[in-house]
């Protein structure tokens, strides 16, 4: 019995030294929602403090942070990101955590999101890059052509999660053709883990051997993602992910 539990506390001191700065080939989180309070995401900023903590000891040494913006449920605005960044950056200089944190954002496509687009900078991972989101429930009608719109106005848009999109599930060729758009893919990380479901999990395998993604992220909201990226952290699938080239080391917080 005493052998089991010495075999059991250095088989967890193996898995520790393993989850260690997994992700450190990534260096910058490109989707997260830790900005506390301001959507689905962290409720606190002890929550959001907590988050970026465990993400640092994970290997991330930079984050752009991506609240919502969604009329109707998370309305927020450049304003109120801006204003909650900078009380979530105070916070992390005052526990002593160094680490560079940013705010972009994830824009639903709507609407209300093809007005803003004319009216007012949007704000972006890097360079012209925004970080864009379809409905879950049903395609936009003519996507192209609302990608193309976002092209017209000056921005390269980054479809998050394209695994969770089931209607493009049995219509693959789709994410061919928006990749020919010049449309960037990202990665939910716990979409690997099958958080979404066994659907999502395939189309993200899939995905990466086709090489389709361009960007990855965790989409962090809460301590259950927390878990299942720590444990992702610690399963055979880092050395693939560790393979591929993603395009997240050339984005600085």
């Not at 089991?4 to 997260?32: P, W, Y």
């Not at 993200?204 to 990226?229: F, I, K, R, V």
Request: with cysteine; aromatic share 12%.
């Amino acid at each position: 019995m005493l052998f089991n539990i010495f075999k059991n506390k250095n088989a967890d001191h193996a898995l520790d030294i393993v989850r260690e700065q997994a992700f450190s080939f990534l260096g910058t989180d490109i989707h997260s929602h830790l900005i506390p309070g301001i959507d689905d995401g962290s409720k606190s900023m002890e929550d959001s403090i907590h988050y970026i903590e465990q993400l640092q000891k994970l290997g991330f040494r930079n984050i752009v942070t991506t609240p919502h913006i969604k009329w109707g449920y998370y309305q927020n605005t450049r304003e109120t990101i801006s204003w909650g960044l900078s009380q979530l950056n105070k916070a992390l200089e005052k526990k002593g955590i160094d680490i560079s944190v940013r705010a972009a954002a994830e824009y639903f496509i709507d609407d209300f999101f093809l007005q803003l687009m004319q009216t007012e900078p949007l704000l972006v991972i890097r360079d012209n890059e925004v970080l864009v989101e379809l409905s879950f429930y049903a395609e936009p009608f003519r996507v192209q052509d609302i990608f193309f719109r976002i092209q017209t106005a000056g921005y390269k848009p980054v479809l998050a999660h394209p695994e969770r999109y089931g209607y493009y599930h049995d219509r693959k060729e789709m994410y061919r053709t928006l990749k020919r758009m010049g449309v960037l893919l990202q990665l939910n990380l716990l979409a690997l883990t099958g958080h979404y479901g066994k659907q999502a999990q395939a189309v993200s395998n899939w995905l990466l051997q086709e090489h389709l993604y361009d960007y990855c992220g965790t989409d962090l909201h809460h301590e259950n993602h927390l878990a299942q990226l720590q444990s992702l952290a610690g399963s055979k699938q880092i050395k693939l992910l560790q393979q591929y080239d993603f395009l997240n080391a050339g984005v600085m917080a």
